[in-house]
């Protein structure tokens, strides 16, 4: 049994890592199923996404918590994704999972922008990508119409990725 304790407040600004269990690639195949998964549960818990990246075996998301649970919220939006995905294979049972997650509280604006950069870059970083802008499961584009990143971030403009970032 973990001994780990999670202090979330209402409207905090969270940083989560979750990765597949055994990391398996099995979340940019089913995108659609962990999309409808994370759309209902902002919607229902009432917590809203500022940016998120989904790679083949892990995702990274900034959200702003409500005053539910956040790893109450994490925890049945996972269970959702994995009973779709079961029920998409005709499986019975399986993980799709790892049991933990990584979880960090946004303390300033600049651990803002380094988690939003962290999360952007992330593709580059694990080799799927030339750039953030060619990789389509990431808020990126959206942060990039609003002006945020130049069109080079990310190729010229490298940002600092070193830290406490979950992987």
């Not at 009973?83 to 993980?95: E, P, Q, T």
């Not at 988690?115 to 030339?130: E, M, Q, S, T, W």
Request: neutral net charge.
């Amino acid at each position: 049994m973990t001994n780990i304790r999670r202090h979330f407040k209402p409207n905090d600004l969270c940083f989560f890592t979750h990765v597949t269990y055994n990391r398996k690639p099995v979340l940019i195949d089913h995108f659609d199923l962990l999309w409808a998964s994370i759309e209902h549960y902002s919607a229902e818990e009432d917590f809203d996404l500022i940016a998120w990246v989904v790679l083949p075996d892990h995702m990274h998301m900034l959200v702003e918590t409500s005053s539910r649970n956040a790893s109450d919220v994490m925890k049945r939006m996972k269970q959702s994704f994995g009973a779709k995905v079961r029920s998409r294979l005709k499986l019975k049972s399986g993980r799709m999972w790892q049991y933990r997650f990584w979880d960090h509280i946004i303390r300033d604006q600049d651990d803002l922008n380094q988690h939003i950069d962290y999360i952007h870059y992330n593709p580059v970083k694990h080799g799927l990508a030339h750039c953030p802008a060619d990789w389509s499961y990431s808020s990126f584009p959206q942060f990039q119409k609003k002006g945020i990143y130049q069109p080079d971030w990310g190729i010229k403009l490298v940002p600092d990725t070193d830290g406490q970032f979950g992987e």
